[in-house]
């Protein structure tokens, strides 16, 4: 295909050439096929065989190793090799993993962003053109017919749940430890966690600190999984369950105790914005002025790599396909602005926990 050379300097201001820009556009056209030839050279070992080998390894040996005809093969390594994920000698017609396939087969995110990417999203996404015109995640009837995804985790195949929950927990295990520096350098008696999920940090919790309470407030059947999680567990005795659907409006926030602490993680970018505005609202409404909010999320404005950014506004499509058709992954300016337009102040943002995870603190003003 003939490139004007005057596309280069049409669009002198960006990185790549004109021949550049033109392959990553086939990248995006053949993106699908790219993402599942990649997909099954990990599911069958291919990648790490070739990576093993040493010298590298020919279309025939991979076939006889892998278990797969010569033919399967060939049309997977050809088209690795156009991907850059695998490097070809010509001399000798042995493949060799590139540095891209190095991190695919190696980088744990990566290998998550895949499983959570097919189990979850795929099928869904092809519906991503209805569910953005209709403000409903279109795509979630090819697992059941719920509003949102969160009513019917529980009932979701084995797979698609396990791959569900290693990407949740990913993108929030790896900041708990510093989190609960943070959230316990207060000295808390009672937290409440808003859409605690399956207990984990509120297991983490407990186990930090000997006195703390901890109520977890999410639907009637994700306390059901929590229950089961955290049964037997030391310091479950301490973790309690308060039930209500919080996109409903009338659900109120639990009066039954004074709370120091109230944890939202990874909570909010399941709502669109005036949701999270009456979210926050009817948290603040049981705040005082020595009762903390903290939001933990990874907004894609803080950042300290391009790539974690574009792992994360990737996801906001999943939030409209599949989850609930309306949330998105925030700036943390944005969040800011919904924080303060529920009543409510941001006193410091911690930044760098974890893979890229920022906790906003925020307090009631002494006026309100």
């Known amino acids: 295909m003939y490139i004007d050379p005057a596309l280069d300097k049409q669009f002198s201001t960006e990185r790549l050439s004109a021949l550049e820009a033109q392959r990553m556009a086939e990248f995006i056209a053949w993106g699908p096929v790219l993402f599942q030839v990649s997909r099954l050279m990990l599911k069958w070992g291919i990648f790490e065989m070739i990576s093993q080998s040493g010298a590298g390894m020919t279309i025939t040996e991979v076939a006889e190793k892998a278990g797969i005809s010569e033919y399967a093969a060939k049309v997977l390594m050809e088209a690795s090799l156009c991907s850059g994920t695998l490097l070809a000698d010509a001399e000798n017609d042995r493949f060799t993993l590139s540095k891209t396939g190095w991190f695919l087969l190696n980088d744990r995110r990566t290998r998550i962003n895949i499983n959570f990417n097919h189990d979850v999203n795929y099928e869904g996404l092809f519906r991503l053109e209805e569910s953005l015109k209709e403000g409903k995640p279109a795509g979630l009837r090819h697992f059941g017919d719920?509003?949102?995804?969160?009513?019917?985790?529980?009932?979701?195949?084995?797979?698609?749940?396990?791959?569900?929950?290693?990407?949740?927990?990913?993108?929030?295990?790896?900041?708990?430890?510093?989190?609960?520096?943070?959230?316990?350098a207060r000295h808390p008696k009672n937290l409440l966690d808003v859409g605690g999920n399956t207990g984990r940090w509120a297991l983490r919790c407990v186990d930090f600190d000997g006195q703390v309470e901890v109520t977890i407030m999410d639907l009637p059947q994700q306390l059901e999984l929590m229950r089961r999680f955290t049964a037997g567990k030391n310091g479950a005795g301490r973790i309690h369950g308060y039930g209500g659907n919080l996109l409903d409006g009338s659900t109120a926030f639990p009066t039954d105790r004074h709370y120091d602490a109230i944890w939202m993680s990874q909570f909010l970018d399941c709502f669109a914005a005036d949701e999270i505005?009456?979210?926050?609202?009817?948290?603040?409404?049981?705040?005082?002025?020595?009762?903390?909010?903290?939001?933990?999320?990874?907004?894609?404005?803080?950042?300290?790599?391009?790539?974690?950014?574009?792992?994360?506004?990737?996801?906001?499509?999943?939030?409209?396909?599949?989850?609930?058709?309306?949330?998105?992954?925030?700036?943390?300016?944005?969040?800011?602005?919904?924080v303060e337009q529920a009543g409510l102040q941001v006193e410091m943002i911690h930044d760098g926990l974890g893979q890229g995870h920022s906790i906003m603190v925020c307090s009631k003003p002494c006026s309100m």
């Open 146 to 184: 719920w509003p949102t995804v969160y009513e019917g985790l529980s009932q979701l195949p084995e797979q698609v749940q396990e791959s569900w929950f290693a990407f949740d927990h990913f993108y929030s295990d790896e900041s708990f430890r510093q989190a609960l520096e943070i959230v316990f």
């Open 277 to 338: 505005v009456s979210i926050l609202r009817r948290a603040a409404s049981i705040m005082d002025g020595e009762s903390r909010l903290y939001i933990m999320e990874t907004f894609w404005d803080r950042q300290k790599f391009d790539t974690a950014a574009f792992c994360l506004t990737m996801t906001s499509l999943y939030f409209t396909a599949i989850a609930n058709g309306n949330s998105k992954m925030y700036h943390s300016d944005e969040m800011r602005r919904l």
